[in-house]
């Protein structure tokens, strides 16, 4: 594997970091997961568009422009021949020092890893998942808003513990009015007579762009989409249920709290989104070879 590290390319095993940059000893930093599809990376710039997004609200400078980031991107994935895949393309501070100050980090570190993932077993795609509430909260918009795709993820993966230990793949986490925010990794959708419904921003969840991509499809079907609070009785009392996210795309949810959702089985309307999505990944995108 070759991995991009501030405009070169090195061998997996000589891809490193100093153990001063802030990325590694604050989790100072911001991140992107990319798809690859059929030899097109898929909805670049939406994500690169999140990557400045996230470094303006923590005030980093990237290196790069936009444009040369979507470049580098892509030129990982032909470096590795990678036609079908994953990118994780990171941004840190920096190189500091053991203070906090991060006007002490002079240049900022780009990292673009382009590989293969897979979050989940197949099965649960066809036959769907259980998942829980955990007690983790998500976190507060006051405190580290949900919207920064930063390095600390520290909050989801306590709630990812959560889940493992009570034997699921996945989590709900609830903001701190009790709403549903979004699960560990992805964003959560629900069907009620005939509405597909998804957590608001507002509530904490990510802008997810498998989430808008979702949202966009379910429109150009006809279905009526809208993006209220939702509480735990809401997601038990659901006719489908399904989680949204760039590595997961669409995974159906049987299960919740012990609730059966539906008829225990992926509904009709997830199933046809799942379709029009695999459509859509290989279809279009920011080609890899020309």
Known sequence: ????????????????????????????GIFEGIRVYNGRVFRLKEHIDRLFFSAKAILLDLPLSHAQLMAATVEACRQNELRDGYI????TRGVGTLGLNPNRCQNPSVIIIAGKIQLYPPELY??????????????????????????????????????NNAGCEEAILLNSEGFVAECTGDNLFILREGQLLTPPLSAGALYGITRRVVMELAVESGI?????????????????????????EILPVVKVDGRIIGDGKPGPITTRLVSQYHALTKASGEPIYE
């Open 224 to 248: 009526v989409v809208g993006e209220p609070n939702l509480t735990r009785y809401d997601v038990f009392n659901a006719e489908e249920c399904f989680l949204t996210g760039t590595a997961a």
């Open 88 to 91: 994780r393309l990171v941004v």
């Open 1 to 28: 594997m070759k991995v991009y590290i501030d405009g070169k390319f090195c061998d997996e095993q000589a891809a490193k970091i100093s153990v001063f940059d802030h990325g590694l000893l604050y989790g100072d």
């Open 126 to 163: 066809e036959q769907g998942m259980a998942i829980i509430t955990v007690p983790t909260v998500r976190n507060l918009h006051s405190a580290l808003n949900p919207a920064i795709k930063s390095l600390n993820y520290l909050n989801n993966i306590l709630a990812k513990i959560e889940a």
